[in-house]
């Protein structure tokens, strides 16, 4: 009897410990931060997350394929809007930072006049992320028409599939600069030292970051409990440590 009632107690308390763990399908910048946020989660909370890793765009496919994501944690508003008015999010999605855009590269080849860097012969190939499927990639693109030296470094530009793969080309050296998230900085940590500087947030539309809940999900209550996690001040302390701001114009 004994054995029979520690079975079922472990079969229960066992049940309960794997639904503790939440699918969450994060944005490929913030790959770095998501580990610093599930660890505070997890620590306030005793709930663990799950993180899927992947361009918003793709995410949002898979989302709509059917994928079992409990959050999905977009780096814009656009996908998360999209599959809220198709009926696949329980509410509107929320902004939860505001990301910021950078040019680096491993070299130090100047980015006082970053535009004029990139019409010289020093740089041959930059990277950016799909614009069609990965906001940061839209930015960078928008920055660049804003510059009005878009035609011209057309032929130079390496799309990588989401911010993860640009960072790949950036700081491999596939690449000789690169458009990418400031969280970059902060992930790295100095190795490999990188050359960077801010782009002008004017020059392209703000990143609003924004996050749903997917309908489907089974864990309502664990859900909401990181839902409302990543919009409270502890969540916004870490993502400020990476670069992300609380208004479109500011990382403050």
């Known amino acids: 009897m004994k054995k029979l009632i520690v079975l079922t107690a472990f079969i229960f308390f066992g049940s309960t410990l794997i639904a503790q763990s939440l ?19 997890h620590d306030k909370t ?32 656009t996908f998360p809007d999209g599959l809220y008015k198709d009926g696949l999010s329980t509410k509107a999605p929320e902004v939860y930072a505001y990301g910021s ?8 080849i100047g980015f006082e006049n970053w535009e004029r860097t990139l019409m010289s012969g020093r740089v041959k190939k930059i990277a950016i992320a799909n614009p069609a499927i990965a906001p940061y990639g839209k930015a960078a693109e928008e920055a660049l028409q804003k510059k009005g030296i878009f035609e011209e ?19 491999t050296g596939v690449t000789d600069v690169g458009f990418t998230t400031q969280a970059l900085i902060r992930d790295l940590e100095g190795k490999p030292k990188l ?3 801010l782009i002008d947030p004017k020059t ?8 749903i809940i997917i309908k489907a999900t089974k864990e309502a209550a664990n859900v909401e409990k990181f839902y409302q996690y990543m919009l409270s001040g502890a969540a916004k302390k870490i993502l400020k440590e990476y ?6 114009t500011s990382t403050d």
């Open 23 to 41: 699918k969450v399908a994060v944005a490929a910048n913030l790959q770095g931060v998501i580990k610093a946020l599930g660890k505070d989660f």
């Open 46 to 77: 005793g709930i663990g997350i799950e993180p899927i890793v992947g361009s918003s765009g793709n995410l949002a496919v898979q989302i709509r394929n059917g994928a079992p994501f409990d959050v999905f944690l977009s780096a814009d508003m």
């Open 101 to 108: 855009l950078v040019i680096c590269s491993t070299k130090d």
């Open 153 to 171: 470094v057309k032929n130079k530009l390496v799309q990588g599939e989401s911010i993860a793969q640009v960072n790949t080309y950036i700081t």
């Open 195 to 197: 050359y960077w500087r």
């Open 204 to 211: 392209y539309t703000p990143i609003k970051q924004g996050m």
């Open 243 to 248: 670069g992300y701001g609380t208004s479109a």
